[in-house]
């Protein structure tokens, strides 16, 4: 199938717990944070990057409230719908909820004013971004993320959302949500690339019939902040001999190392050629002893490590020594 002379990529679905199927990649579409806060888009420039995607065979798109970019993502969908490319049916919306919001009662007027950003009625996943809840001022809230929780029950119910799951939870995290939720979670959404394998996570949501979406894929294969960090690179000789094999990229190779693990991956690009290159993964499949190789680059490293919140009872990940300044509040006393 051809759009406006480009190649049409039919894109997987993975079936959910509850039914619904979930397209097996997902454009990201977090574009940052710097000194100024969250990075924008310029020109309605997203927006186009979705359309793009749309005729290329992006059917999954991820948002949050916290990205500031609902807006214009919504924008690229509506008009795709507009002219007849796609109908909303076709397309998988997922978008989060911000840690300031976490009381039960704020959960529905959250979700509202994401839809009303993106101009649609519904959401296909509703996320809680991080089970750490947040004051107005961005001092911790003692809210309980169960809570929380009952807000995502809630907004499913009401048909906000058609499902609900969680991002960036540890497993022990996961384990009490599971426990005492009246609603499943389908999904959780964390940290995925070579050189953080998620191996419990994926283990443990495969045994709960759970999708693990995963962020920042390519790890070290990328610049980060401006900056090479250690780690394999696109250059890397084992990841270069497997590429070969296949007449791929790298970075090819490990978004279908996650595919093959039953990850849903999130590649950001707003590059018309790497948009082609990263959903141009379902023509090949690693086998089991390539996947291996590529798990031994494990080296427990997170590249969205937000110690700043290290002191909350609820943060997920471990402590380190010399904690980040806090962005969020230092934004707020400028």
Not at 211 to 238: A, N, T
């Amino acid at each position: 199938m051809a759009l406006s002379g480009i190649i049409c990529v039919e894109v997987p679905k993975l079936k959910l717990n509850n039914g619904k199927l979930m397209p097996a990649i997902a454009l990201g579409t977090y574009l940052g944070f710097d000194q100024g806060g969250v990075v924008k888009s310029v020109n309605k420039q997203l927006a186009n990057v979705v359309m793009n995607a749309i005729d290329i065979g992006y059917r999954h798109f991820d948002t949050a409230a916290i990205y500031e970019t609902e807006e214009e993502i919504g924008e690229g969908i509506r008009k795709k719908i507009e002219e007849g490319a796609i109908n909303r049916d076709d397309i998988f919306v997922t978008t989060k909820l911000w840690n300031t919001q976490h009381k039960r009662e704020q959960v529905p007027l959250a979700l509202k004013q994401s839809l009303n950003k993106m101009g649609l009625n519904y959401v296909d996943l509703y996320l809680m971004h991080w089970p750490i809840g947040l004051n107005d001022d961005y001092t911790f809230s003692d809210v309980d993320f169960m809570e929380t929780w009952r807000g995502l029950e809630d907004v499913q119910t009401m048909g906000l959302t058609k499902s609900i799951g969680v991002s960036n939870f540890n497993l022990d995290q996961l384990k009490i949500l599971i426990k005492d939720a009246s609603i499943k979670p389908v999904a959780i959404q964390v940290e995925v690339h070579p050189q953080m394998i998620q191996s419990e996570i994926i283990e443990y949501a495969k045994s709960e019939d759970m999708v693990v979406m995963g962020y920042s894929p390519f790890g070290s294969l990328v610049m980060r902040y401006g900056m090479q960090f250690p780690g394999p690179k696109i250059d890397e000789p084992v990841l270069v001999e497997i590429a070969r094999k296949y007449n791929k990229t790298t970075p090819q190779v490990v978004l279908r190392w996650q595919i093959d693990r039953n990850v849903v991956p999130l590649p950001k690009s707003t590059n018309l050629k790497r948009l082609k290159e990263n959903i141009d993964i379902f023509d090949f499949k690693l086998e089991q002893h390539e996947i291996e190789i590529i798990n031994k680059f494990h080296n427990n490293v997170r590249y969205t490590l937000p110690s700043f919140w290290q002191t909350h009872p609820y943060y997920p990940f471990e402590k380190i020594d010399n904690p980040q300044a806090n962005p969020f509040l230092n934004k707020r006393k400028e």
